[in-house]
């Protein structure tokens, strides 16, 4: 064997030492965060979701034939925020029409007409009209047989009830 000269030494020396650097600045690259950086970013199936960490905006990322494209999720305090201020904004307009508005006080001075001049006298129609109070509606009774049919039917289902209740009562005990 020959021996090894000094200059071959030191360059495979300096040769670990660069590639020692720089595996560990890759590792350290992959495991720590950018403490500075504005995004946030969590995979999803459909992509990636972004955080922006400034703003605290959510957008979808997905990736199509032209490239990445991100799209903003509807923020629902943003659409909130925009229907009470129209609702506000609707509020102050109705007020400023009632306060531009004549002033009604309830009680006129003239007696109402009995009649509607503006109405049409219809024809008299060939069966005469029955007044509002001479209406009656009949609504028949049940008969003694219809009320022990329904008093027979709530019993049974009563009674299925309770042995429902029974058995779940004995099931859950005996488990425990």
């Known amino acids: 064997m020959r021996p090894a000269k000094s200059s071959t030494t030191s360059w495979l020396a300096a040769g670990i030492v660069v590639v020692t650097a720089v595996s560990g600045s890759l590792v350290a690259a992959q495991s720590a965060p950018d403490g500075n950086g504005r995004y946030s970013m969590t995979p999803i199936p459909e992509g990636v979701l972004r955080l ?18 991100c799209y903003t999720v509807p923020d629902e305090r943003a659409a909130l925020d925009a229907e009470i201020g129209r609702l506000q904004a609707e509020v102050e307009k109705l007020k400023g029409q009632l306060a531009a508005g004549p002033t ?9 007409p009995k009649s509607d001049p503006l109405k049409k006298v219809e024809p008299q129609a060939r ?14 009774l049940p008969s003694d047989q219809d009320m022990d049919r329904m008093m027979s039917f709530l019993e049974k289902a009563w009674r ?6 029974n058995r779940v009562q004995k099931d859950v005990s005996g488990k425990i």
């Open 160 to 165: 299925r009830l309770i042995d429902m209740a």
């Open 127 to 140: 069966e005469p009209k029955v007044a509002e109070g001479d209406r009656k509606l009949e609504i028949p």
């Open 104 to 112: 009604v006080s309830g009680k006129i001075d003239e007696a109402l």
């Open 52 to 69: 922006d960490t400034r703003t605290g905006t959510v957008s979808t990322c997905t990736k199509n034939d032209a490239g990445w494209a």
